[in-house]
């Protein structure tokens, strides 16, 4: 079954930075989009950025022009990095594909202090 590890999560001040890493056992992660989500508490888990095969990306305009998204095939990882952090990015981080067809991993706090 494949399996989804996120870390890098973290306390960080107000426009700080944190780079999660999604590291998977996807058999073919090179073929399959990915996509980083975030669920903060008392909301719905939201799609916050996708990652084609060909590397292009889309993401929601809450985060555009702060966070990155990135994959590394060869580890079958794929990455977020997150600068200029906000208070209202506090959540769990998790990666799936955009449809979400894997199980769930256990996400990864991020939380940013004021």
């Known amino acids: 079954q494949v399996q989804l590890v996120e870390s890098g999560g973290g306390l960080v001040q107000v426009g700080g930075s944190l780079r999660l890493s999604c590291t998977t056992s996807?058999?073919?992660?090179?073929?399959?989009?990915m996509a980083w989500y975030r669920q903060a508490p008392g909301k719905q888990r939201e799609l916050v950025a996708t990652?084609?095969?060909?590397?292009?990306?889309n993401y929601v305009d809450s985060v555009k022009g702060r966070f990155t998204i990135s994959r590394d095939n060869a580890k079958k990882t794929v990455y977020l990095q997150m600068n200029s952090l906000k208070p209202e990015d506090t959540a769990v981080y998790y990666c799936?594909?955009?449809?979400?067809?894997?199980?769930w991993g256990q996400g990864t706090q991020v939380t940013v202090s004021s």
């Open positions: 996807v058999g073919s992660f090179r073929f399959h989009p």
């Open positions: 799936n594909s955009p449809s979400a067809v894997f199980r």
């Open positions: 990652i084609t095969p060909g590397e292009s990306t």
